[in-house]
């Protein structure tokens, strides 16, 4: 017991000399959140076009067929058992608001 807790007690100080030793300090040349900030303002209209036209349709479109699907399966479960459960067919539809009415107001926060 006492020779592998030394055995494991060299490996770990092996392991974090090795970690020491490669490890590179990464230094920022000049103004880091002024070159994010000015490629984010030369980007944005784009990024907001292809959000718009295509992220935000497929992403309706997913959660409209999951929301349709969910009432058809909650109707024939209470055909079935007589109970409604509104919990996940609320759900898709709340979500389906939000990301209907999200292109008018996302970028206002963006």
């Known amino acids: 017991m006492n020779q592998k807790l030394k055995r494991t007690l060299v490996c770990m100080a ?18 880091v959140a002024g070159a994010i900030e000015n490629t984010w303002n030369t980007a944005k209209s784009q990024v ?32 079935k058992h007589g109970q409604i459960e509104f919990a996940a067919p609320a759900i898709l539809f709340a979500c389906l608001i939000f990301t209907l009415t999200a292109p008018l107001y996302i970028w206002s926060i963006l």
């Open 14 to 31: 092996v392991v974090m000399l090795l970690c020491m030793t490669f490890a590179l300090p990464a230094f920022a040349a000049g103004d």
């Open 48 to 79: 907001q076009t292809v959000v718009n036209n295509v992220v935000f349709p497929v992403v309706d479109m997913i959660l409209a067929i999951l929301f349709f699907v969910k009432v058809g399966t909650m109707y024939f479960e209470y055909r």
